[in-house]
């Protein structure tokens, strides 16, 4: 049996779990490597080796080593097309090249103004930073606008690059996560009927569902860490209460926590 694919990065980063999620669609056996941001471990020397830019995600495959999340997903499609969602990223050329598109579109019109939005209004207030409302103010117009878009295309098919799951739609996960689930401007999808009804599709997959239980269980393994450090022993209890039954229900994912 061929040794388990290795991922660098905390879960809780959206690079990482657009990885994650696409390796759990392929059920691919992976090894998660926790680094912590916070202690600088992305930026010591033994990291920089694999990973020059100090960012997270890494991905190792036996002899090879990728970084960028889309690039890793892409991998991951071809390298396992057999295995798992065979259509993930398409079977043929022109399945691939509409994946693409949208993958791109993803890349180049979603992601900055919905990365600007879930760090403004999800991880700011967890790190005590100041919010810029006009920075926000400006990323809701232009997301608002690619959701229109998107609006009219997902009213002419299921899914952006046709009428089943693919990369693309998987793409949009970790930000989509974060604004619908740990912020106010959730309407942003909610209020789109087309958009409202792709979204409720492609965020109750099986697949979806596992890479957010297992960001919650080592965000919980953290707090139980931070604790114990500290002393609050009560609460560290209460913790690792709530990661024995997060445990269970993510018991059958082939995971190795490191």
């Known amino acids: 049996m061929a040794a388990a694919v290795k991922v660098y990065g905390p879960p809780l980063s959206t690079a990482v779990s657009r990885v994650l999620a696409c390796l759990l669609e392929k059920d691919v056996p992976f090894q998660l490597l926790p680094v912590n941001m916070a202690r600088g471990e992305h930026k010591k020397p033994d990291y920089l080796k694999i990973q020059p830019f100090g960012q997270v995600p890494t991905f190792q495959d036996e002899s090879v080593t990728l970084f960028e999340s889309r690039a890793i997903s892409r991998y991951i499609c071809d390298k396992y097309a057999n295995q798992g969602n065979k259509g993930l990223f398409g079977t043929n050329p022109l399945e691939k090249a509409s994946i693409d598109q949208w993958l791109e579109a993803e890349g180049q019109s979603f992601n900055p103004p919905s990365s600007v939005l879930v760090f403004q209004l999800a991880f700011a207030p967890r790190m005590k930073l100041k919010q810029d409302e006009n ?6 117009a232009k997301l608002a606008k690619v959701l229109d878009v998107y609006e009219k295309r997902l009213g ?22 974060y604004l619908v689930n740990a912020t106010d401007r959730g309407e942003l999808f909610l209020s789109r009927k087309n958009v409202e009804r792709w979204w409720g599709e492609i965020a109750s997959r099986e697949s979806w569902k596992k890479s957010v239980l297992l960001a919650e269980m080592l965000n919980v393994c953290v707090s139980i860490e931070m604790l114990c450090l500290s002393g609050r022993f009560k609460g560290a209890f209460f913790c690792y209460s709530r990661l024995l039954h997060l445990m269970i229900f993510f018991s059958r994912v082939s995971t190795v926590l490191l």
């Open 156 to 177: 002419e098919s299921r899914y952006l690059a046709g009428d089943e799951f693919t990369l693309a739609d998987l793409s949009h996960l970790p930000n989509g996560q």
């Open 135 to 140: 920075l926000i103010k400006q990323n809701e």
